[in-house]
């Protein structure tokens, strides 16, 4: 809205010269961070009433692991609230009209959609386990995917153009290492899963998955900032990509909302994302490392996403199903160190900092080419 | 009921079965026979849980062969020391079977043989020197000659949850100056859980040798209950003021003492 204000009414040779501070992308990214951080410390405390008076509190299931009981009746669904906050801010501050802005939101109502969708069932049921079935929520997932890649490889609609559009880049490398053409649709379906479940499974302790999310965005942040700009990309050798720099102030209002949340979500809880912020946060994440063409530093950002993934899937497939036992204590890995006598504040404190480590290697995958 | 048990020959037939066991009990052992037969070890370990919670007695020897089958998949082994420790009889050929369990290459299949040890036998049954071998190896006999134990040097088993298990096993089947070494060796492990555990059997088994009553007490008082597992208080110290309390009454329950020990298989936030 204020980029629209700016474009309208700005004029040189009056007060309204001072509107030229809406054109550029730091002065947005810092307001809309600001802006989102305030929306979520403002709404928070009545969403959190709000969701407890309708009873939309978290109906925890028994891991083997975890003393769900003594969390249970926490409000949940408060991916609302980072939603508001991010989309909210977003839609003051981004040029709205930009594809790579709106694209993003999109994932984010859509997941949002479907999480909360998912959470509604677990809270009517009364059941951590009665949500949407794995299927529905993979075909959403999927629809998604494929409703992307055809916006982003159809040269008419794709912000990017055609050419950098199905390639693949890989960090380390200067140029595209295949042009897969039509088979990245593939790519871009199966990363879009990927990333919104591997937020959710990480989502499990007070505090744990929030912040990774909000380094993550700050990584893809410092990149859509870098791409976006003929200089600084063609210095660093990355396509350069007209209008991606727009990214970097949905990415602060994210990384605004997501501070926000973890001001009522730090141990012990006053809320818990839900899947409704889980897979939203994954989903806006994975579009926007797709649209920017990150996918890999995406899995480098969030690698504490993938352990998590990792740890759940090797326990879940490997072990479980094909060996009949355990790999980890238990997973995903969270629950492992819980189990081995470490406290939940502790470790995710210790996830964080391993989720700093990982963007810190993000970041600097950008100058190492 | 064919029908039924058709229908059970896969998994999900199986854990449907297993939810809403048949009425009789004639129908549940021919559901657990044709469960104990199937080629899936998923079906199996369905088979070995419904043994468990109908208490169908007349498996129990065959519950003995699969703990010790080494081809057997870890999961069921484990299940299948639980539902001994559980329902089974404090006879030779369970000890025994057990016992070898005890050396299970997998760690859950060793931590469940060593608690159903601690539910079926007595310490007349002299099952304590496995336990002392699983901790410390075949030398378990020096180690705990020595005048000074450093846990860390010594111990043989890497899985904290064994090491806990067995400690709480010892409490309960341990004898004489022995025990008493290897669970005030215990005492110092890295890991507070083992700590936990080594401290609570530490009074189990002090309760019942009076002779070490009084040591015990100072070890238990000496314990480094500083921990990483901080809920809103440490647990190990929740631990400590129990048994402190309990120790210092001069005539601490029995019971009161075992309920003092977490479930270290089911979450360590259960007390026993």
Known sequence: ?369 | MLSRLRRASGYSKAKSLLDNPPKSREETTKAAESMLASRKWQVRNVGVKLIGKAALEEFLPRLRGMVTDRREAGIIKRNAAEVLGARGRRDSETVRALVAALRDPYWEVRSQSALALWHLCRPEDGVDEPLYELLFGSKHSEVLGRPVIYVDEYLREKSFEVRGCAAQALGGVGRGERAFRALVALTTDDKWLVRNQAAVALAEFAAREREFYRSALGWVERLDVVCDGSISIFPIRESVNHLTSLLRSGEPDQAQIRGLYLQLMAGWHRRG
């Open chain 1, 1 to 369: 809205m204020f980029h629209l204000i700016y474009r309208l009414f700005y004029d040189p040779d009056n007060i309204l010269r001072l509107l030229r501070l809406f054109r550029y992308i730091s002065v947005r990214s810092i307001g809309a961070g600001i802006t989102a951080f305030l929306v979520c410390l403002i709404v928070g405390p009545r969403l959190i009433r709000r969701l407890k008076r309708v009873g939309a509190v978290d109906q925890a299931w028994d891991y083997g692991v975890l003393d769900v009981t003594a969390k249970r009746g926490t409000p949940t669904m408060g991916g609302i609230l980072i939603l508001i906050g991010a989309l909210g801010s977003g839609l003051l501050w981004c040029n709205v009209a930009n594809e790579f802005v709106w694209l993003c939101m999109l994932a984010g109502l859509w997941f949002g959609l479907l999480g909360s969708l998912d959470d509604l069932l677990k809270i009517r049921r009364a059941s951590g386990v009665k949500g949407l079935s794995r299927g529905v929520k993979y075909l959403a997932q999927i629809m998604f995917g494929i409703a992307i890649a055809g916006i982003y490889l159809i040269p008419d609609l794709s912000p990017v153009s055609h050419k950098i559009a199905g390639s693949l880049y890989l960090p380390f490398v200067k140029f595209p290492v295949l042009e897969l053409g039509l088979a990245y649709v593939f790519i871009i379906v199966i990363f879009t899963v990927m990333s919104s479940n591997c937020v959710n499974i990480t989502d499990g302790m007070d505090g744990l998955a929030i912040v990774p999310a909000v380094l993550t965005a700050l990584v893809l942040g410092i990149f859509a900032y870098v791409l976006g700009r003929e200089d600084y990309s063609a210095y660093l050798h990355y396509a350069y990509l007209p209008g991606a720099g727009e990214l970097t102030v949905l990415c602060s209002a994210l990384l605004g909302a997501g501070v926000g949340f973890l001001w009522f979500n730090a141990y012990p809880a006053s809320i818990f994302m839900g899947d409704a912020g889980s897979l939203a946060l994954g989903g806006m994440l994975g579009t926007m490392a797709i649209l920017i063409k990150q996918e890999v530093v995406f899995f480098i950002a969030g690698g504490v996403f993938v352990m998590e993934a990792a740890s759940s899937f090797i326990q879940d497939y490997i072990g479980l199903r094909l060996l009949g036992r355990r790999i980890f204590y238990r997973a995903p890995l969270h629950f492992s160190f819980l189990h081995r006598g470490t406290g939940e504040s502790k470790i995710a404190v210790r996830f964080w900092i391993i989720a700093a480590v990982f963007a810190a290697g993000a970041v600097a995958t950008m100058k190492l080419r």
